[in-house]
């Protein structure tokens, strides 16, 4: 019998790789990178840092801090107005300014306590004008050694009128004495005179 064929001889070598018929073995696939990771052959990405916080502008808040000063500075001026600081009472202006708040408010008896004798002796015939229409304010102050004389702006506040309330302003001065260690006043303007009851003491 002949030999079958395609079957080697005993001494040929066999022939390395697949049978002719026989499909080659797969080869595995090559990993492919994970996302965000550089390949073999790529530069490593550069990991940017969180973006920092905008600060402030410290001229802003420069300007926001002045705003809030003027703004309090505003609201004192507001609720203080018409309250003038109190004036050293051993002063003439001192005396001057207590006199006058005290006419102002009608307390004739404590007004008294700032004339002299001869000033609260003296009354003249003509209406003072209504108190509650009045400011005074202090415009000079000239001192001796035994008198004084204190000018001051006085502002009369009229209601009514076809324009509504008006108001107009004259100067005028306190004439004051020295008394013992006291200023006493012996003459004031006719807007600001009193005429206590002579039972009044000082």
Not at 9 to 29: F, I, S
Not at 114 to 127: F, G, H, I, Q
Not at 165 to 191: C, H, N, R
């Amino acid at each position: 019998m002949s030999p079958v064929a395609n079957e080697p001889e005993p001494n040929q070598p066999q022939q390395d790789g697949p049978a002719p018929n026989e499909p080659a073995p797969k080869q595995p696939a090559p990993k492919q990178p994970a996302p965000n990771q550089p390949g073999p052959n790529q530069p490593a990405a550069t990991v940017e840092p969180p973006a920092e916080r905008h600060r402030p502008d410290r001229t802003l808040l420069a300007i926001l801090a002045a705003i809030a000063v003027l703004v309090v500075v505003a609201l004192i001026v507001v609720f203080t107005r018409g309250e003038p600081a109190p004036v050293d009472e051993a002063t003439p202006a001192g005396v001057v300014q207590r006199y006058s708040a005290a006419v102002i408010a009608g307390d004739e008896a404590a007004a008294a306590a700032y004339l002299t004798d001869a000033a609260k002796s003296r009354c003249n015939n003509l209406e003072p004008a209504a108190a509650d229409n009045l400011r005074v304010t202090l415009v000079s102050t000239t001192e001796r050694p035994a008198s004084a004389d204190v000018k001051v702006l006085i502002t009369v506040s009229e209601a009514g009128g076809p324009f509504g309330s008006a108001e107009y302003q004259m100067e005028d001065v306190f004439d004051l004495v020295k008394t013992g260690d006291k200023w006493l006043i012996d003459s004031a303007p006719w807007q600001l005179t009193v005429c206590p009851n002579p039972a009044v003491k000082r």
